[in-house]
């Protein structure tokens, strides 16, 4: 099945701006989702379809995806962005269509 | 606004039944794809499986011998069935809400289960 791979961790300073990757195979082809999981709590999704947000995430998540690279970009991070964040694609064409990337800790410091 | 609530046994014995039941509130039960996922602590998110209004269902290869996930229309809800458990099906379970509209994002979620496999 399709694998996305995802830096263990991020380290930024409040008010930065944080970027986590996901890394797959000419990933620029497909749509890319990104989850916000904070602790103990179910993951909420923050950007779909490479870039759109849904209704009540703030416009400081956004996402672009080229090449085989895909990136989440939190614009001036605040304490409650310390979360796990997870990408997923949807490939409708495998017999494991629905894949999430590995992970990725963002600590803010 | 659309909620997910699921509830199920949350400690069983090696080779015994999961048995998970997830129910939709307020909203359309067609039109999506009704989902399973799970979360072994300290790790990463895994897809299980899926299904439609109609029953047409889906199921991750490597637990596609112990799976199955239905749907009860009249009561909009579904449920996930996995058999002879081990330690290694421990794990919190999350029911979830596929939008094909939205290329297979996940966008409603459960509160999650925490299942606990141990003698």
């Known amino acids: 099945s399709y694998v996305l791979t995802q830096p263990p961790s991020v380290s930024v300073a409040p008010g930065q701006t944080a970027s986590i990757t996901c890394g797959g195979d000419?990933?620029?082809?497909?749509?890319v989702h990104w989850y916000q999981q904070r602790s103990g709590q179910a993951p909420v999704l923050v950007v779909y379809d490479d870039s759109d947000r849904p209704s009540g995430i703030p416009e400081r998540f956004s996402g672009s995806n080229s090449g085989n690279t895909a990136t989440l970009t939190i614009s001036r991070v605040e304490a409650g962005d310390e979360a796990d964040y997870y990408c997923?694609?949807?490939?409708?064409?495998?017999?494991?269509?629905?894949?999430f990337g590995t992970g990725t800790k963002v600590t803010v410091l | 606004q659309v909620q997910l609530q699921q509830w199920g046994a949350g400690l069983l014995k090696p080779s015994e039944t999961l048995s998970l039941t997830c129910a939709v509130y307020s909203g359309s039960f067609s039109g999506y794809y009704w989902s399973w996922i799970r979360q072994p602590p300290g790790k990463g998110l895994e897809w299980i499986g899926k299904?439609?209004?109609?029953?047409?269902?889906n199921y991750n290869p490597s637990l596609k011998s112990r799976v199955s996930i239905s749907v009860d229309t009249s009561k909009n809800q579904f449920s996930l069935k996995l058999t002879s458990v081990t330690a290694a099906d421990t794990a919190v379970y999350y029911c979830a809400r596929l939008v094909p509209a939205w290329s297979g994002a996940f966008d409603i979620w459960g509160q999650g289960t925490m299942v606990t496999v141990s003698s």
């Open positions: 299904i439609t209004y109609s029953g047409s269902a």
């Open positions: 000419n990933i620029g082809n497909r749509s």
């Open positions: 997923q694609v949807w490939d409708t064409t495998s017999d494991h269509p629905e894949v």
